[in-house]
């Protein structure tokens, strides 16, 4: 038994095929079979072969077009609705003719007029003027309404829907061949709507020509009958009336189903789905809908007089539905919180996460649990508009753009403590008391304070941690009194100041390499990357901040590397170029009142110091014997706590060849000298040495 069903599937599949190869030749077949029904006489068995398919063609189209997702599948409809409408009024002259001919016209009509009316000709025709009626003044109207305006809305939409085609195209959204595709669309639906608007004209007038020939039937029908068939009138008028309202019938069913596709089809414009998916999905949403409703109809069937069984029944269906959407929503949030968790655990177990954590923050500040209100903001913390401020200042002094600190509280240290982190790195650290004020002695105190003990972080100097009540007492007393934010501020920009040069990497100095190229381009085209590449002028600014110049000046330092950058490519070098050129900012940042007190180095000192310079690939350096380099720093500790002693910096003054090895040699043993070189220091200043350091 399998073998014949495989073959009849076979047999349709080829027939389809058979169908979509010569499509063109059957319909126009079809067309020109359709006119010649107009003329020709049909029998009454092939008219009611044809009537059923009217029928089953309009139920095919009704349904076709519930499952369309958008207007354009089914493109083909407003010449589908010519075609059937000519078809229909086709049915229409051939069923008239049997009916005035030979007062039969064929088994469906006869059916339709007896058994759908009951034979009763009035109700038979009541029930057609209300399907004409419904599909002429609602359906027909409404639709030939939504086509107007679509097709008006549509051709409107056009120019601007082309714009966002040509937007998406230019930032390379979309692709050509995309672009193509959905201008193609644009036109298509402007095509359709606008067919659609013409078509609809076909169901209207259908609907006029459906109630003309019904009067002409019944009128014709009831003279023929008296006149030529000598039928008494009410006979006549109950025969003849019956095949009309039953032709009417045949005829309006499928113009009706017609209709409602019509009115479907131009009012998909804002659907994602076919119709029954559509309808299930916005209409079985919410439970609570159904929740009130059920309420409501609990209501109603209480109410006396009313029936209380459909409002009970239609009440509790409503509950259920609302029941059963409510379990299935708390199902999809469970699900969807294990599909998180499944999730969650997938991405941590990916290698990118693993990386992530690889990430190292360029500077961080964590703060033990009880410096929190520092940074709470409603407390009083004002932590963070101080740091604010510290990147503001670190960009007016000093040139450098701070990244982001990153504040972290970490209770696994003290709760009064703080450390600062350099790219993960513990640099500094110390503790604040938050109810009490560092007091510290500027060297005017006349009269000592109660408090505890302590070193102020930043510059490391003793001083008393004193409560508020002592605060104007000790400020009476000469101390320098400053609150515990200040403490941790201060701290921190003199931990910045101090590195500096390792806070400036290769990016930062990118960053302020097209910053000025907004207003030196050539300059900047001069030297990157034709002199200089980005990692070699990123030294040369470090070199700077590490002995605290400002590299503010971009425009200065890059004009001296585009001079110098021909004749030598160590850093170091150009480094001393750059800072001869910055001498009226060296000059300002050391020289007070137009006098500089400082000590210088011996001539002899300076020779060997010169005479012992290495220069390697990798950078110059000073070989000295351990025993001079012992005395060296002997002597050179010596003047300078003379000179700290008076009151002034310790500054070494040399000559120029001399500054960058001297201040090599010494750097590491003594921490906070400033190497001066003469060339850095303007004419006009007046150099008071007030030491000679000397081995």
């Known amino acids: 038994m399998a073998e014949p069903q495989g073959m009849s599937v076979q047999g349709t599949g080829s027939a389809i095929n058979s169908i979509k190869k010569y499509s063109d030749i059957v319909i126009a077949v079809a067309i020109i079979t359709i006119v010649i029904m107009m003329i020709i006489p049909l029998p009454t068995a092939l008219l009611d072969l044809l009537i059923c398919v009217n029928i089953t063609a309009a139920l095919v189209i009704v349904i076709s077009t519930i499952y369309n997702e958008e207007a354009l599948d089914l493109s083909v409809f407003p010449s589908l609705l010519l075609v059937t409408t000519l078809f229909r009024l086709a049915l229409n002259i051939s069923s008239t003719r049997l009916i005035l001919l030979e007062g039969y016209a064929g088994e469906v009509i006869t059916a339709f007029g007896n058994f759908v009316v009951g034979g009763n000709p009035v109700v038979g025709f009541i029930v057609f003027v209300i399907l004409v009626i419904i599909q002429f003044?609602?359906?027909?109207?409404?639709?030939?309404?939504?086509?107007?305006?679509?097709?008006?809305?549509?051709?409107?939409?056009?120019?601007?829907?082309?714009?966002?085609?040509?937007?998406?195209?230019?930032?390379?959204?979309?692709?050509?061949?995309?672009?193509?595709?959905?201008?193609?669309?644009?036109?298509?639906?402007?095509?359709?709507?606008?067919?659609?608007?013409?078509?609809?004209?076909?169901?209207?007038?259908?609907?006029i020509a459906a109630i003309i020939i019904m009067l002409i039937n019944i009128s014709g029908g009831f003279v023929i009958g008296i006149v030529q068939r000598n039928l008494e009138a009410v006979q006549a008028l109950q025969q003849y009336t019956l095949l009309t309202v039953g032709e009417g019938l045949v005829s309006q069913i499928p113009a009706l189903l017609i209709s409602t596709a019509t009115g479907i089809i131009v009012t998909r414009s804002a659907s994602e789905g076919n119709l029954g998916a559509d309808i299930v999905n916005q209409f079985f949403r919410n439970d609570r809908i159904y929740f009130i409703i059920s309420g409501v109809l609990v209501f109603l069937a209480l109410v006396p007089g009313l029936p209380g069984i459909p409002f009970t029944f239609l009440a509790v269906t409503c509950f259920?539905?609302?029941?059963?959407?409510?379990?299935?929503?708390?199902?999809?949030?469970?699900?969807?919180?294990?599909?998180?968790?499944?999730?969650?655990?997938?991405?941590?177990?990916?290698?990118?996460?693993?990386?992530?954590?690889?990430?190292?923050?360029?500077?961080?500040?964590?703060?033990?649990?009880?410096?929190?209100?520092?940074?709470?903001?409603?407390?009083?913390?004002?932590?963070?508009?101080?740091?604010?401020?510290?990147?503001?200042?670190?960009?007016?002094?000093?040139?450098?753009?701070?990244?982001t600190i990153r504040i972290r509280d970490n209770i696994q240290i003290k709760p009064n403590a703080y450390i600062i982190k350099l790219k993960g790195i513990e640099i500094a650290k110390g503790e604040l008391l938050l109810d009490h004020y560092l007091a510290m002695n500027s060297g005017t105190v006349f009269e000592e304070v109660p408090g505890i003990e302590t070193t102020?972080?930043?510059?490391?100097?003793?001083?008393?941690?004193?409560?508020?009540?002592?605060?104007?007492?000790?400020?009476?007393?000469?101390?320098?009194?400053?609150?515990?934010?200040?403490?941790?501020?201060?701290?921190?920009?003199?931990?910045?100041?101090?590195?500096?040069?390792?806070?400036?990497?290769?990016?930062?100095?990118?960053?302020?390499?097209?910053?000025?190229?907004?207003?030196?381009?050539?300059?900047?085209?001069?030297?990157?990357?034709d002199l200089m590449n980005v990692g070699e002028i990123q030294k040369v600014l470090a070199n700077l901040l590490k002995e605290r110049i400002t590299i503010r000046d971009m425009s200065t330092i890059l004009e001296v590397l585009a001079d110098y950058a021909r004749a030598t490519k160590d850093t170091e070098i150009l480094t001393e170029y750059v800072r001869h050129a910055m001498a009226r900012q060296i000059t300002l940042q050391n020289v007070q009142n137009n006098i500089l007190s400082c000590v210088t180095l011996d001539p002899s000192l300076e020779n060997r110091i010169a005479g012992g310079v290495q220069r390697t690939d990798h950078g110059s350096y000073v070989s000295l014997d351990p025993d001079s380099m012992q005395r060296l720093i002997s002597a050179l500790n010596t003047e300078l706590s003379k000179l700290t002693n008076m009151g002034y910096q310790p500054i070494v003054l040399t000559s120029p060849a001399v500054r960058l090895y001297f201040r090599k040699l010494v750097e590491r043993s003594v921490p906070g000298i400033t190497v001066l070189s003469h060339a850095e220091i303007e004419q006009s200043v007046e150099i008071q040495i007030l030491g000679v350091v000397k081995i």
């Not at 409404?142 to 051709?155: C, D, I, K, N, Q």
């Not at 999730?343 to 649990?369: C, H």
């Not at 500096?500 to 001069?526: H, M, P, W, Y």
Request: hydrophobic share 40%.
């Open 320 to 403: 259920l539905i609302g029941r059963g959407l409510r379990k299935k929503e708390e199902k999809a949030v469970e699900t969807t919180k294990e599909e998180a968790k499944a999730k969650d655990k997938a991405e941590a177990t990916k290698p990118e996460n693993i990386v992530s954590l690889l990430q190292v923050d360029p500077m961080e500040l964590e703060i033990g649990y009880s410096l929190i209100p520092l940074v709470d903001s409603g407390q009083g913390g004002d932590l963070l508009d101080r740091i604010v401020m510290i990147r503001r200042q670190c960009a007016l002094e000093l040139g450098l753009v701070v990244p």
């Open 456 to 529: 102020e972080p930043a510059f490391g100097l003793p001083a008393l941690w004193i409560p508020e009540t002592e605060r104007e007492q000790a400020e009476l007393n000469g101390y320098t009194v400053v609150d515990a934010v200040s403490v941790l501020a201060t701290h921190l920009t003199e931990v910045i100041k101090a590195h500096a040069d390792e806070i400036l990497g290769r990016q930062e100095t990118q960053n302020l390499i097209d910053n000025l190229k907004k207003t030196n381009e050539s300059l900047v085209d001069e030297v990157v990357p």
């Open 137 to 207: 003044i609602v359906i027909t109207k409404g639709s030939e309404r939504v086509a107007e305006v679509s097709a008006r809305f549509t051709l409107d939409a056009m120019p601007g829907k082309q714009m966002a085609i040509d937007a998406d195209l230019n930032q390379g959204a979309i692709t050509d061949a995309e672009a193509k595709v959905r201008r193609e669309k644009i036109q298509r639906e402007a095509d359709f709507f606008g067919a659609m608007d013409g078509a609809s004209k076909f169901v209207k007038g259908d609907a």
